[in-house]
């Protein structure tokens, strides 16, 4: 027998069972986006690679070590590690936010060379949104209303903080940044003790903010203080983000020390956080990024936008709600022996299929006694078994069964199915 071959390392299959819960999931997060009038778009899971480096930027964990990159015809290409960037690469190139106001959603794989963990994965999965063309924190307030509805669908409002932040515009950023650095190289025996936030006081000393080192963040938190260097626009666009998230009775702890791992974000950063899942528990985290679509070529822009992580929201849902109705996989299974039977039985599946569209009508297609076939019909979970033989063939009748309730085998007219089967589903 020759060797099985494996799946790549941090990518994982999803089994027809599992799949049902991922399409629940799938289901509230397009409803939801939906009901906000967001429209959905749909962009190539392969980019050029400088689209990554110019739009996330060269000092993020992504872009420095996280990208699966390779060249073909002498191009480099990576297969897209976040949404955002595809999404404004989109937008420009189409023309679809040339002056005009965009709310855009998406939902895909994604792709990141990181260590596979519970909840961290090579390939995972992305729902997001991205508003163009609003400069207002009215953008930003509706989206975290947004979030937090769906958490609510999902039944995980309780299990999720909201964490938000401002991090100003980029001169903010310039002079904290150099105040950060300056107070940071009194405690260089700390930052040694980690070299990630070592490396990064040259590279991106900001990300040193949410370093998991407990000694340094002691030392942290005696620096200077972001809100501090705010300019008055974004504390005046911060302070009406907050008070309408105040009068929607939305809760948040302001987060200082929260400026999130890409470079696109300027004033609003926020993420929804749960202590269920262990080490990774950011399950979705956005921002505003008012120069990013003038940084990849299109005429200026704003934006604000989140995307959250599905395989931790489908693990929180797992955790907190486990009694979430999935639909049954097959609600209607059909077996039948005997002469004739075989035609009569693909007629009267397809007619149900014609008259009860929602129903899941299976039928047993491999042959064998009623026995075996009733065994099948049990396995599949379904509610109701129909029985056709050659007595029912040729009185027009079909027998109905209960699988699951107390309920007597009845036969009757083949004219009267479907008002049994409607009031029996119902
Ligand atoms: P983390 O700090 O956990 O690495 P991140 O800041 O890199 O997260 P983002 O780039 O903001 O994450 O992506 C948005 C969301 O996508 C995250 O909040 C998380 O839910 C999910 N996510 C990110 N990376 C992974 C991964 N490797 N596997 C599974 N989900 C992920
Ligand atoms: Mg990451």
Not at 54 to 69: L, N, P, S
Not at 72 to 92: F, Q, Y
Not at 384 to 396: H, R
Not at 412 to 423: A, K
Request: net charge negative; aromatic share 8%; proline share 4%.
């Amino acid at each position: 027998m020759s060797k099985t071959i494996q799946a790549i390392r941090g990518m994982n299959d999803c089994s027809p069972t599992e799949t049902l819960l991922w399409q629940w999931v799938e289901t509230q997060i397009r409803q939801t986006f939906a009901s906000y009038g967001y429209a959905e778009i749909r962009s190539p899971i392969l980019e050029a690679t400088a689209l990554f480096e110019r739009g996330v930027g060269e000092a993020t964990d992504i872009v420095e070590k996280e990208m699966f990159t390779f060249v073909r015809d002498e191009e480099s290409l990576t297969m897209r590690p976040e949404g955002t960037a595809g999404c404004v690469r989109a937008a420009i190139q189409n023309g679809w936010i040339y002056n005009q106001e965009q709310r855009l959603w998406y939902i895909g794989p994604m792709f990141r060379y990181e260590r596979p963990q519970k909840g961290r994965y090579r390939q995972f999965h992305q729902a997001g949104v991205e508003i163009f063309g609003i400069a207002n924190p009215e953008a930003d307030a509706e989206l975290i209303l947004l979030t937090a509805r769906l958490w609510e669908k999902l039944g995980i409002r309780q299990h999720v903080k909201l964490q938000l932040n401002s991090i100003g515009g980029l001169e903010v950023r310039t002079q904290y940044r150099q105040a950060l650095v300056a107070f940071l190289q009194n405690h260089l025996d700390v930052l040694k003790q980690d070299p990630d936030s070592e490396r990064r006081l040259t590279t991106n000393p900001l990300r040193i903010l949410d370093t998991k080192n407990q000694a340094l963040q002691n030392v942290l938190n005696h620096a200077p203080k972001l809100h501090d260097f705010l300019d008055p626009e974004s504390k005046a666009h911060f302070e009406k983000l907050c008070q309408i998230l105040d009068q929607m009775g939305i809760e948040y702890e302001i987060n200082q020390k929260l400026v999130r791992g890409l470079d696109y974000y300027n004033k609003t950063v926020f993420e929804w956080v749960t202590t269920a899942l262990g080490a990774q528990g950011t399950v979705c985290g956005g921002g505003r990024y008012d120069g990013l679509v003038a940084q990849l070529g299109g005429h200026a822009s704003e934006g604000v936008g989140f995307a959250m992580g599905l395989e931790r929201l489908i693990l929180l849902v797992q955790e907190v709600n486990p009694n979430v109705t999935l639909p049954r996989p097959v609600d209607i299974y059909i077996v039948y022996s005997g002469e004739g039977t075989t035609e009569a039985a693909f007629q009267l599946s397809e007619t149900l299929r014609n008259a009860l569209p929602q129903q899941r009508i299976m039928l047993h297609c491999s042959g064998g006694n009623f026995k075996k076939q009733f065994k099948r019909a049990d396995k599949s979970g379904a509610k109701l078994a129909l029985v056709l033989g050659e007595s029912e063939v040729e009185n027009q009748t079909v027998v109905v069964k209960d699988l699951f309730g107390e309920a007597e085998q009845i036969t009757i007219p083949q004219s009267e199915l479907i008002n049994e089967l409607q009031s029996r589903l119902a």
